[in-house]
Nanobody
């Protein structure tokens, strides 16, 4: 079992920054890839960023490339999403996810992730 708890969301003006954290417990964080997804009202959940087990490989959606950075601290069992130059279209609930069954690679499909947090709300005002 893996428990994921997101934090760091909030209300910010366009152009501002936020750093999301995802604290993991239950199993060794370094054993699996992690990702962030988001869901805006009335829209489907979409991939934001993913990071491999050691942190050596990352993938970021084109919509946030150059603005968002994913990182991890396995010693602290935490994954981060640094969000800069935020735009109103970044508004949504941000979810942390863990892939505990693939032994390698990072994926954009939500179906590849088997544990999810409850999400944290990010609202960007114009």
């Amino acid at each position: 079992q893996v428990q994921l708890v997101e934090s760091g969301g909030g209300l910010v003006q366009a152009g501002g920054s936020l750093r999301l954290s995802c604290a993991a417990s239950g199993r060794t964080l370094s054993s699996y890839a992690m990702a962030w997804f988001r869901q805006a009202p009335g829209k489907e959940r979409e991939f934001v960023a993913a990071i491999g087990r050691s942190g050596g490989s990352t993938d970021v959606a084109d919509s946030v490339k150059g603005r968002f950075i994913i990182s991890r601290d396995n010693a602290k069992t935490t994954v981060y999403l640094q969000m800069n130059s935020l735009k109103p279209e970044d508004t949504g609930v941000y979810y942390c996810a863990a892939d505990t069954h693939n032994y390698g690679g990072i994926f954009r499909l939500s179906s590849e992730y088997d544990y999810w947090g409850r999400g944290t709300q990010v609202t960007v005002s114009s």
